[in-house]
């Protein structure tokens, strides 16, 4: 727990918060591990945590009738995964395929959920720094949708 | 310019000009009627000059008109310039020869004849200084202007009339010629006379200078008066005004003025100023071969900025919309080539204005962006757009 | 900009070259190998420079040179074959001779790069005109700190050097991350674009230099946020490209704003371009 605890205090993505957050949210903490191939979650389960990624690669695929698994994009060390847990209808919105074997802190969300709706400004820290990386990640997927590489 | 007395030419000893020229060697070209303008063209003897013509001018209007008189400069400039001599409009690179697996580039230009430009107006004399700057004082030099540039003998005309369309003096290129020429003119002509007040700009022009006038017709103090006097006419009689003040400063930070949508309303993209100006140089290169593929030729034509595949890179071009090409043929000529070159772009000899076939006047366009600033705020840029600014 | 007084004449005559190997990098990709003509050593490019390739009869196309700048007898370019002019280029067999002009522009300042880390940025083609460097950095290691190579591609069958990229990995203080926007079913590197790259570098932007090359949206995407990981603007640099006709700043084709692309770039620093970038249809 304690190297939990570090672990999560020092990741940029929680920096700022106070130590009883962080506290908090260690409580809601625990290493796991996927073995390379596993699927972390699918589209349409119940998402309940999200994911601090520790090392490892994870691969968001979309599932489309008629065609082979679309790899929309890859999230690797020290990355988040997963903002589903947060919002309604709290279902995951495509697979996590761990595409080597990933090392992870897996937090749990509808733990957090809760503390949230007792907690404002927790929800509201909370809140910010989700969006921030909802933000990145749709830039970087409009830069994708550009196709800058295709010939016209 | 060496401190040369001026003379009295009458016309008679003006006419002897022309063959004292092509004595010397050299093609002489100048001011000649055809198809409605004054354009240019070799040049036999006097009567191939516009004698009693004169020129219209307006925005989107050239006309011809009869003058009550038998002046040989009684205009002021047609739809061609210069740059037809030393930057031509079509000019082979190279001819080139395969054989076998690789290719033999054969030497075999033409040199340009040696010519005699009669009649230059001085906002010609100094698009052709513009040009020299570009074309041989960069870091490259254009082999092919400097072959036709070189030996050039230049016999300038000072205005004695502006059109309307004339903004000289804005830019600070004219009526009168100040240097770089050979010879330079001023015509007078009147009731019961015609004459040429003439001064030598170097040693060639003093040594044809010398030909043609014997020494006693040195002018006078009141005659060259006179001259002054008819160069002072013209500049009063300009109308247009170009402001240049900080006007690299007002394009570059008025790149999204409204003005533009404005002016691309109007502007057909025809082309037609960048093909009448003196100092526009643009140009393209053509591939040509033979049916047998053995012979291949590279051609270097002029081009323009208003060219809808002008800058054309994979996947389209880059300026699509004739907004955007107005606003770079501007922009380059009145701001950017004071960047690249030291000095405007512009000489202010007002051909765009009366060669565009929708009349947009490149000094009311710098007006009205400075008059109304740049939109600060989103909703005005929209409101201003409508109508005129 | 007045530059130096050197003129150079009759740069628009081509010098017969002729193919010594064409490497087949993608479906659509080329790398061309020329013997370099005799006396080019007098004028050997700078990593960045580019020449004017002329097929005989066809056309004539600006290339970035692509090569080792250390192997003086070899001209080398990567085409990709996107029209005409490109196709009949890439199609040229062993033996038969390409005219070539040049080298032109600007270089990537791979001097003021020394005692720094060089971060090298490419998109798709992009890759060829950073090449250079990489060679460079890598023959006069001792003279550099860290070497980074991040390299974007629309999928993996487009990724080119894949050889060399898997060596340059190897080399010591030398990272290489890849990444493709479609990755495809067997494909178990990164996906996204080449900006999301950034956060799997530990950047010291004190002593960071970046050279980037793409697309001109990937290029101002990967500028700004270098920016924003710390990085001045003056430290980093990319490669424009705009209609060429002359490459010697005579036909007015390549400008940009006040820059001629063929002499006063194509390289230049981010300071100089910010600017202009956000201008779409300058």
């Not at chain 2, 006419?15 to 100048?30: F, N, T």
């Not at chain 2, 009731?191 to 040594?207: K, T, Y």
């Not at chain 2, 710098?366 to 005129?388: D, T």
């Not at chain 3, 017969?16 to 020329?34: A, G, I």
Request: glycine letters at 8%; aromatic letters at 10%.
């Amino acid at each position: 727990m304690e190297t939990l605890e570090r672990i999560i205090a020092e990741h940029p993505f929680f920096a700022g918060l106070e130590s009883y957050y962080t506290n908090l949210l260690t409580g809601c903490a625990s290493n796991v591990l996927f073995d390379a191939g596993t699927y972390i979650f699918k589209e349409g389960e119940e998402a309940n945590e999200f994911y601090l990624i520790r090392s490892g690669r994870v691969a968001l695929e979309i599932f489309a009738p008629q065609r082979k698994p679309i790899m929309l994009a890859t999230l690797g060390e020290g990355e988040i995964l997963g903002w589903s847990w947060l919002l309604p209808p709290y279902l995951w919105k495509f697979h996590a395929h761990a595409v080597e074997p990933v090392r992870a802190i897996a937090l749990d969300g509808k733990c957090l959920r809760t503390k949230c709706e007792q907690n404002h400004d927790l929800g509201y820290e909370i809140l910010k720094r989700f969006a921030q990386i909802m933000e990145q990640r749709l830039e970087a997927t409009r830069l994708q949708l550009l196709d800058v590489y295709a010939v016209r | 310019m060496a401190a040369q007395a001026r003379v009295v030419l009458t016309l008679r000893q003006f006419e002897k000009l022309i063959p004292a020229l092509h004595s010397r060697g050299y093609q002489v070209v100048g001011p000649t009627v055809r198809d409605g303008a004054i354009v240019y063209d070799v040049l036999e003897g006097i009567s191939d000059f516009p004698v009693g013509w004169t020129d219209e001018q307006e925005a989107g209007r050239y006309r011809l008109r009869r003058r009550n008189d038998n002046a040989l400069f009684g205009y002021v400039v047609g739809p061609q310039s210069w740059k037809k001599y030393l930057h031509p409009a079509e000019v082979r690179l190279l001819t080139a020869e395969r054989s076998g697996h690789t290719f033999r580039i054969l030497n075999n230009q033409p040199s340009p004849p040696r010519r005699a430009f009669l009649g230059v107006r001085a906002c010609e004399l100094s698009a052709i200084v513009v040009q020299d700057r570009v074309l041989q004082g960069d870091r490259y030099r254009d082999s092919i202007y400097a072959a036709h540039r070189e030996g050039i003998f230049i016999v300038a005309v000072n205005c004695t009339q502006a059109a309307p369309t004339c903004f000289c003096t804005s830019m600070g290129t004219g009526p009168r010629v100040r240097g770089g020429c050979d010879l330079a003119l001023t015509e007078l002509i009147g009731p019961g006379r015609h004459e040429f007040v003439i001064e030598a700009g170097s040693d060639a022009g003093a040594e044809v200078l010398a030909e043609l006038a014997p020494s006693s017709s040195v002018a006078s103090e009141s005659v060259c008066q006179e001259a002054e006097a008819a160069v002072e006419r013209a500049a009063s009689q300009i109308q247009r005004h170009l402001d240049t003040t900080g006007i690299r400063e007002l394009l570059y930070t008025n790149f999204d003025h409204p003005r533009w949508d404005n002016v691309a309303q109007r502007c057909l993209t025809c082309a037609n100023c960048t093909m009448v100006c003196p100092t526009c140089f643009c140009t393209t290169v053509e591939d040509v071969s033979d049916v047998t593929g053995t012979h291949a030729e590279r051609w270097r034509k002029w081009d323009s900025c208003f060219a809808q595949n002008f800058s054309y890179i994979h996947g389209g071009s880059v300026r699509s919309s004739a907004k955007s090409r107005y606003r770079q043929w501007m922009t380059h000529k009145l701001a950017s080539w004071i960047d690249q070159f030291g000095s405007s772009g512009c000489v202010g000899c007002g051909r765009c204005i009366t060669w565009c076939p929708v009349g947009i006047d490149i000094t009311e366009e710098v007006r009205a962006i400075r008059e109304s600033p740049a939109s600060s705020s989103l909703v005005s840029s929209k409101e201003s757009s409508h109508g005129n600014s | 900009m007045i530059m130096a007084t050197t003129t150079i004449d009759d740069p628009m005559l081509p010098q017969p070259c002729p193919v010594r190997q064409v490497v087949r990098e993608t479906s659509d990709t080329f790398t061309l190998k020329l013997e370099a003509p005799s006396g080019a050593g007098g004028n050997w490019f700078q990593p960045g420079q580019f020449s004017m390739l002329w097929v005989f009869g066809v056309g004539e196309l600006p290339i970035s040179i692509s090569g080792d700048p250390a192997e003086r007898d070899r001209l080398v370019y990567t085409v990709r074959s996107v029209g005409q002019a490109t196709q009949t280029l890439v199609s040229r067999e062993v033996g038969e001779a390409v005219g070539v002009r040049g080298p032109f522009g600007t270089g990537w300042p791979v001097e003021q790069a020394q005692g720094r880390d060089v971060l090298v940025i490419a998109g798709g083609i992009g890759l060829a005109p950073l090449r250079p460097v990489i060679y460079e950095v890598l023959h006069h290691r001792e003279k550099y700190g860290r070497l980074v190579i991040l390299y974007g591609a629309r999928s993996p069958r487009d990724l080119l050097y894949r050889k060399e990229l898997a060596a340059w990995a190897r080399q010591r203080e030398t990272q290489v991350l890849v990444t493709v926007d479609y990755g495809g079913l067997s494909w178990r590197g990164n996906v996204g674009v080449v900006t999301t790259l950034f956060k799997y570098v530990r950047l010291q932007p004190a002593r960071s230099m970046a050279f980037a090359c793409g697309p001109e949206v990937m290029m101002r995407f990967v500028a700004r946020d270098l920016e924003t990981q710390g990085l001045t603007r003056e430290n980093i640099y990319l490669s424009m490209e705009r209609n060429m006709k002359c490459a010697v700043g005579f036909c007015g084709h390549c400008q940009y704003g006040p820059h001629f692309i063929c002499k006063d770039g194509p390289i230049f620093s981010f300071d100089r371009l910010r600017p202009l970038l956000g201008k779409y249809d300058l």
